[in-house]
């Protein structure tokens, strides 16, 4: 329609209306581009992505595999992703993984199957052998969340993180402590224990074994952990869980025990979930970047995709001190709930 209004010929339209910003134009004039790109904005032409894609055999379509979207964290994460995706003029889609290895390899295949020219992974194990063999295949990939191997990962510091929280806990006067773990497959919780225990270690109050338990990423997770922990022997001070929902599930597990969470025993989360601040008695917890770690691992892809080596990069988490760790907030949130 175009060239045929403007009398020119449709390979010389079709040069302008896809010519990069900035990019020359050889066989078109200055005033031949302006027509051309004057007429198609008044009948409000827009690139096709689909043929662009038959043209430069790329889709401009990015993969992305998660644990579980239902999972706020996930989610968040997922939603930096697509936002910087929109950016960089992409398309997402996402496919759940349960954190199975065989589904995360038949999702992996669905997802390559559609032609995507990247990947994010969000459910990556300890055990990069997977992960390895994905690379050996030359599909262009990032982490996010997890780390693993020597995969380029955008990843909250999780370690540090952990190390923030017995920071705290030593500070409060804590000696017995104990940690709802997570799983022992995914970094997040390896990390952020690690980090933990390392810490007390060093302050001369090394973590017993039986003080660390490993439990499923939610609130039945930290329910089971915790029941465990409580049945193995005196109460602790202290518990730190490794992310907010198995927080919740832990917290359940003491008011049915007949204990205060403030009071009897102090209990810290992490990732800063938006359900932590709104408790009965507000959960203390590990702030994790979210989204930025979402927006940067796509970023990260992009890089890959235009050939250049991808980085990690730790992403620094923050203390937000509540209630539940803090006697002086404990006793003016009792007072304010008795007033």
Do not use: W
Request: proline share 5%; net charge neutral.
């Amino acid at each position: 329609m175009i060239a045929d209004q403007l009398g020119l010929h449709v390979s010389t339209v079709s040069r302008v209306l896809h010519a990069k910003p900035g990019e020359g134009l050889r066989a078109a004039s200055s005033p031949t581009v302006e027509r051309v790109r004057r007429l198609a904005d008044e009948l409000g032409y827009q690139r096709n992505p689909h043929a662009m894609s038959l043209r430069t055999q790329r889709s401009n379509l990015i993969g992305v595999l998660v644990p579980r979207l239902s999972d706020v964290v996930l989610a968040t994460i997922y939603e930096g992703i697509e936002e910087a995706a929109a950016e960089h003029g992409l398309s997402t889609f996402v496919t759940n993984t349960r954190d199975v290895p065989e589904v995360q390899r038949a999702r992996t295949e669905m997802v390559l199957g559609r032609r995507v020219d990247g990947m994010i992974f969000g459910d990556a194990h300890s055990d990069s052998g997977f992960l390895d063999e994905v690379a050996a295949r030359g599909v262009p990939f990032v982490l996010v969340n997890r780390r693993a191997g020597g995969h380029p990962a955008v990843v909250c510091d999780d370690y540090l993180g952990g190390r923030m929280v017995a920071e705290h806990l030593l500070e409060q006067g804590h000696r017995d402590v104990a940690v709802v773990a997570g799983e022992p497959y995914a970094s997040t919780g390896v990390d952020r224990t690690g980090g933990f225990a390392d810490r007390f270690r060093e302050a001369g109050l090394p973590i017993p074994e039986h003080r660390i338990v490993h439990s499923r990423f939610d609130a039945q997770g930290g329910r089971a952990g915790t029941e465990r922990l409580l049945a193995s022997g005196p109460l602790p001070s202290a518990v730190f869980v490794v992310n907010d929902f198995g927080a919740i599930g832990t917290i359940g597990a003491l008011r049915d025990h007949g204990l205060r969470v403030g009071a009897d025993i102090a209990v810290v989360g992490f990732n800063d979930t938006p359900l932590a601040a709104e408790l009965p008695v507000p959960l203390t917890t590990v702030r994790s970047p979210m989204r930025e770690m979402g927006r940067r691992g796509l970023r990260q892809l992009v890089r890959v995709l235009a050939g250049e080596q991808g980085e990690s990069e730790l992403l620094r988490p923050e203390l937000i001190v509540r209630a539940s760790s803090d006697p002086a907030r404990y006793e003016r949130l009792m007072a304010k709930v008795g007033g």
